[in-house]
């Protein structure tokens, strides 16, 4: 059976490109059987606009909306471009970053999907993996190597690395790699590698800076945008939720909303900040809601089996901050929760992106407090609609008093719990992952403790602090629960 990809039926009401096959992008007979077993039936609007391009070795700038096959836009090309020339020792033949982990995970998971024809060695240089597998890989010559900015760095700094053989580069998720700081580090690897490059570079959206960076990197680039940045697809069904302010509020608040869902399948719970997807998390265990958590500072182990088991649904819930679940590869994700709303407005596009894919009915919520007028006001102008309430809006809930003390959140959201168990709850009572043994902790010490407290566990750990950081956007200081010190794994 052949996959159509949700975004087809863009192009046809569009009419951007014309009605085009694989076959006819120019890619090689071995990509192409590849591609045919994958199941796609038709390539993706910027596939088809990109591939072609970037298979005459010319520079390519390709925006197009999360989840909309941008991986494959590279991918494919360079495994036909791949094919002829051999790699030579410690002289990489391609380079591509990625900002995250995962998602570097991901880009080497397609290579194996669609170069299964090909006999080709591709590293994955990521942080929070040991450097010896990675030189041997690199050692024994690499064809395509696949990085974060911080663990490349890593490499060619250890000198193991020449970089002077790269003839592809390729820049993705432009963006997010904008807000997690990288640019410094893609500014320094840029220089390694020789000026006649072909360059690739893909970004879900395109802000004034990374215009700016495309300039900079790109020579005479085709430009191929797709969808406008800022749509969200017709099919999620979009709700803002008034709520008072404070976290413990916020949290019953989120539980509210995930009780009433009858159709929950699986859910992201976004949140803007590394700690309230500790505190989110911690909470929703306690009230044996059956979830995850996804964010920078986790290791490699612990986010692919948590990723894992929320794509297999053993974790229906996960709680994830905006750079861990950047551009994942999760299909079919049936509801998205904000908790909160996000400072960005467009991460709020890429966050309800997740759901409503493949033509599905999506459902997202955003638990909106006083505080946020400003930014749903951005939002809505980015997205060029009003956004409906449920049950009343900002003016219906009082400002929280100023120096109203809080209760201890434990007491207090355990009383508040509501009797009517959610869908989620009542397919998997306490269905607390086994990996994750913080959750069994007693109330008291996760009080204290950190929900999530993975650390890279390795040398890589002071570079990853500052280069997988998830939470460029917090307010420093103690207006939460716990001070944020308290987040920080105990060293080991
Ligand atoms: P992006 O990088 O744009 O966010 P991805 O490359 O991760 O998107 O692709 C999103 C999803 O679309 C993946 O599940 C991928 O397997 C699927 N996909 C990609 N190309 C096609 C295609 N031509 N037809 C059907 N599905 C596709
Ligand atoms: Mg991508």
């Given at each position: 059976?052949?996959?159509?990809?949700?975004?087809?039926?863009?192009?046809?009401?569009?009419?951007?490109?014309?009605?085009?096959?694989?076959?006819?992008?120019?890619?090689?007979?071995?990509?192409?059987?590849?591609?045919?077993?994958?199941?796609?039936?038709?390539?993706?609007p910027?596939?088809?606009?990109?591939?072609?391009?970037?298979?005459?070795?010319?520079?390519?700038?390709?925006?197009?909306?999360?989840?909309?096959g941008?991986?494959?836009?590279?991918?494919?090309?360079?495994?036909?471009?791949?094919?002829?020339?051999r790699?030579?020792?410690?002289?990489?033949r391609?380079?591509?970053?990625?900002?995250?982990?995962?998602?570097a995970?991901?880009?080497?998971?397609?290579?194996?999907?669609?170069?299964?024809?090909?006999?080709?060695n591709v590293?994955?240089?990521?942080?929070?993996?040991?450097?010896?597998?990675?030189?041997?890989?690199?050692?024994?010559?690499?064809?395509?190597l696949?990085?974060?900015?911080?663990?490349?760095?890593?490499?060619?700094?250890?000198?193991?690395?020449?970089?002077?053989?790269?003839?592809?580069?390729?820049?993705?998720?432009?963006?997010?790699?904008?807000?997690?700081?990288?640019?410094?580090?893609?500014?320094?690897?840029?220089?390694?590698?020789?000026?006649?490059?072909?360059?690739?570079?893909?970004?879900?959206?395109?802000?004034?800076?990374?215009?700016k960076?495309?300039?900079?990197?790109?020579?005479?680039?085709?430009?191929?945008?797709?969808?406008?940045?800022?749509?969200?697809?017709?099919?999620?069904?979009?709700?803002?939720?008034?709520?008072?302010?404070?976290?413990?509020?916020k949290?019953?608040?989120?539980?509210?909303?995930?009780?009433?869902?009858?159709?929950?399948?699986?859910?992201?719970?976004?949140?803007?900040?590394?700690?309230?997807?500790?505190?989110?998390?911690?909470?929703?265990?306690?009230?044996?809601?059956?979830?995850?958590?996804?964010?920078?500072?986790?290791?490699?182990?612990?986010?692919t089996?948590?990723?894992?088991?929320?794509?297999?649904?053993?974790?229906?819930?996960?709680?994830?901050?905006?750079v861990?679940?950047?551009g994942?590869?999760?299909?079919?994700?049936?509801?998205?929760?904000?908790?909160?709303?996000?400072?960005?407005?467009e991460?709020?596009?890429?966050?309800?992106?997740?759901?409503?894919?493949?033509?599905?009915k999506?459902?997202?919520?955003?638990?909106?407090?006083?505080?946020?007028?400003?930014?749903?006001?951005?939002?809505e102008?980015?997205?060029?609609?009003?956004i409906?309430?449920?049950?009343?809006?900002?003016?219906?809930?009082?400002?929280?008093?100023?120096?109203?003390?809080a209760?201890?959140?434990?007491?207090?959201?355990?009383?508040?719990?509501?009797?009517?168990?959610?869908?989620?709850?009542?397919?998997?009572?306490?269905?607390?992952?086994?990996?994750?043994?913080?959750?069994?902790?007693?109330?008291?010490?996760?009080?204290?403790?950190?929900a999530?407290?993975?650390?890279?566990?390795?040398?890589?750990?002071?570079?990853?602090?500052?280069?997988?950081?998830?939470?460029?956007?917090?307010?420093?200081g103690?207006?939460?629960?716990?001070?944020?010190?308290?987040?920080?794994?105990?060293?080991?």
């Open positions: 059976m052949t996959a159509k990809h949700p975004s087809f039926c863009q192009r046809q009401h569009g009419t951007r490109f014309p009605l085009t096959s694989f076959s006819d992008l120019g890619l090689s007979p071995k990509v192409l059987t590849a591609v045919t077993e994958a199941g796609y039936s038709e390539p993706t910027i596939q088809e606009g990109a591939i072609p391009h970037a298979l005459t070795r010319r520079d390519v700038c390709g925006i197009a909306q999360t989840g909309t941008k991986t494959a836009s590279f991918v494919l090309p360079m495994l036909t471009l791949l094919e002829r020339g790699a030579r020792a410690r002289m990489p391609t380079l591509i970053l990625e900002p995250t982990r995962e998602l995970a991901q880009v080497a998971e397609n290579f194996d999907k669609y170069g299964k024809n090909h006999k080709l590293a994955l240089l990521i942080g929070g993996v040991s450097f010896d597998e990675q030189d041997r890989k690199i050692e024994r010559g690499a064809d395509v696949i990085c974060t900015p911080g663990r490349l760095l890593d490499h060619t700094e250890r000198g193991k690395l020449l970089m002077t053989g790269v003839e592809i580069l390729v820049i993705d998720e432009a963006d997010r790699m904008l807000d997690m700081g990288f640019i410094p580090d893609i500014e320094r690897i840029a220089k390694l590698i020789p000026f006649t490059r072909q360059t690739l570079f893909f970004s879900a959206t395109m802000p004034p800076e990374i215009q960076l495309a300039d900079k990197f790109l020579q005479n680039p085709a430009r191929i945008e797709v969808a406008p940045p800022s749509s969200t697809a017709a099919t999620v069904e979009q709700k803002l939720v008034a709520s008072k302010g404070k976290d413990y509020e949290r019953e608040t989120l539980r509210a909303i995930i009780d009433r869902q009858d159709d929950l399948k699986n859910a992201i719970i976004f949140c803007n900040r590394k700690k309230s997807v500790a505190d989110v998390l911690r909470s929703l265990q306690r009230h044996e809601y059956p979830c995850g958590a996804l964010h920078g500072d986790m290791d490699q182990h612990s986010r089996t948590i990723l894992q088991n929320f794509r297999d649904g053993k974790l229906p819930l996960l709680v994830a901050s905006d861990a679940a950047r994942l590869d999760i299909p079919d994700v049936s509801h998205v929760f904000n908790y909160d709303v996000p400072i960005h407005a991460d709020y596009v890429h966050r309800i992106g997740r759901t409503g894919r493949a033509g599905r999506g459902k997202s919520f955003t638990i909106a407090t006083a505080k946020d007028a400003k930014f749903i006001d951005a939002i102008k980015l997205i060029d609609r009003k409906d309430w449920e049950d009343g809006n900002l003016s219906s809930i009082a400002p929280a008093e100023a120096g109203e003390k209760e201890p959140r434990t007491r207090r959201t355990a009383k508040k719990q509501t009797a009517a168990p959610s869908p989620a709850r009542q397919s998997e009572p306490k269905a607390v992952p086994a990996q994750d043994n913080r959750a069994s902790k007693p109330e008291t010490t996760a009080d204290k403790k950190p999530v407290s993975n650390r890279p566990a390795n040398d890589d750990r002071k570079r990853s602090r500052r280069r997988d950081r998830d939470d460029d956007h917090t307010p420093v103690f207006g939460d629960d716990i001070p944020a010190f308290m987040l920080i794994g105990a060293k080991n």
